[in-house]
């Protein structure tokens, strides 16, 4: 494992960074396999999910009638708010050079994507966008079904594949999921409180 030159890690952001380098150092270099290599750097493609959006806006829609139509909006709005406040906010006020693209670790990282974004690393707007939906989904859905959950597995390995493929740091995709999270809790609240909260239906069973 190969790590690029920081100093000592004297202060408390030093230690993190520090941190941050050799799990990116791990994940990238060391905990590798050949399947995982293939795997994926497709799993972050977003046209690969496209059947799953439309499977969620079909099945809500379809079992929720006009309320399941704002739900629609709302998760778009969420999308856009991940998108906006990490893709312009963030990354527009803190710039931090992506690991592909810097030159300390260009005889040893392994890039696995064909092109490497100039954009700010600071934070993972993957993680942002994905870790939102997964809660809006977990907290809009969970009455309906205890597997709403494996959300959050979806959103952690769409993530872990941007320190995987070479294009973010563990401490990018982190921040981006903690501010995805709250974004989708936002959002999953202000559906609730507006729409209201969705439910299974209950039966009155009549005994002899």
């Known amino acids: ?3 690029p030159e920081i100093g000592q890690p004297v202060s408390f952001l030093q230690k993190i960074l520090h941190f941050d380098y050799w799990l990116f150092a791990k994940i990238n270099q060391e905990w590798i396999n050949p399947f995982f290599d293939k795997v994926l750097p497709f ?3 977003s046209e690969l999910w496209i059947p799953f959006y439309l499977f ?4 809500i829609t379809l079992n929720f009638g006009r309320k399941g139509l704002w739900w629609a909006c709302f998760l778009g709005l969420t999308a856009i708010l991940g998108d906006q406040l990490s893709s312009n906010m963030m990354k527009g006020h803190i710039f931090r050079l992506r690991p592909c693209q810097d030159p300390r670790w260009i005889e040893n990282i392994r890039v696995l994507v064909k ?4 954009s700010s690393s600071f934070t993972s707007s993957h993680a942002c966008n994905h870790f939102a939906l997964a809660t809006f989904l977990f907290l809009t859905l969970r009455a309906t079904s205890r597997w709403w959950a494996l959300a959050f597995a979806w959103a952690f390995v769409i993530s872990y594949a941007q320190v995987y493929v070479g294009v973010h740091y563990p401490v990018d995709v982190f921040s981006g999921a903690l501010l995805g999270c709250g974004i989708g809790y936002v959002t999953s609240r202000l559906f609730t409180r507006l729409i209201g909260p969705f439910s299974l239906p209950t039966y009155n069973h009549v005994h002899a």
């Open 43 to 45: 799993m972050r493609e």
């Open 115 to 118: 092109y490497c974004p100039v």
């Open 56 to 59: 969620l806006l079909v099945f």
């Open 1 to 3: 494992m190969i790590l």
